[in-house]
């Protein structure tokens, strides 16, 4: 005799195969959605593999900062203040920032551009801190090629 309602056999939430019920032992149940063991392990590697993409870009690009600065290369940037040694206002004063509901473009891992609408969510900010927000989608298309060209570079 069963009790309740009958329940069909979860979907794995990565490759939307069904999980059998005598293979749950090797599947895992996160936030509401079934894994199967391999695809929750793909998933998480997927995500070191962008994570670390990200932090190895963000020290690129400070490198980047560091070499086309006018500091750098011996011009006073009027940023720059010589006696207190610091710089006045910060770049980020100074880039385009989006309202609640303005759509901004963004860079995808694979080089496609992205419309989405802001809406002052992490990932919001965290594309924003990192320089993938464009205002435009042809500041995305520049702003792509020179790090796709700047990729290629490197191999």
Same mark, same amino acid.
């Given at each position: 005799? @069963?009790? +309740? =309602?009958?329940? *069909? ?12 019920? !005598?293979?749950? &032992?090797?599947? #895992? ?8 063991? !391999?695809?929750?392990?793909? +998933?998480?590697?997927?995500? /070191? $593999? ?5 932090? #190895? %870009?963000?020290?690129? &690009? ?8 006018? %500091? /750098? @290369? +011996?011009? !006073?940037? *009027? ?11 910060? *770049?980020?004063?100074? $880039? ?9 473009? %963004?860079? %995808?891992?694979? +080089? ?10 992490? /990932? ?7 320089? =993938? ?14 790090? @796709?060209? #700047? ?5």
């Amino acid at each position: 005799m @069963q009790d +309740g =309602n009958p329940v *069909p056999d979860p979907v794995c939430g990565r490759c939307k195969k069904t999980i059998e019920r !005598a293979m749950r &032992k090797e599947a #895992v149940y996160q936030d509401g959605i079934w894994l199967h063991t !391999a695809c929750h392990r793909e +998933g998480a590697d997927q995500l /070191f $593999r962008a994570t670390r993409l990200s932090e #190895v %870009l963000k020290e690129f &690009k400070r490198g980047v900062d560091i070499i086309i600065s006018p %500091l /750098f @290369q +011996g011009d !006073a940037s *009027p940023d720059w203040h010589a006696d207190e040694g610091k710089a006045m206002s910060s *770049p980020h004063a100074q $880039r385009w920032l989006p309202s609640t509901g303005e759509h901004y473009f %963004l860079i %995808l891992g694979h +080089g496609m551009i992205a419309r989405f609408p802001w809406s002052e969510t992490d /990932f919001d900010h965290e594309t924003w801190d990192f320089g =993938n927000c464009f205002k435009t989608h042809e500041e995305a298309v520049q702003a792509r090629d020179k790090i @796709q060209e #700047v990729l290629l570079s490197l191999h």
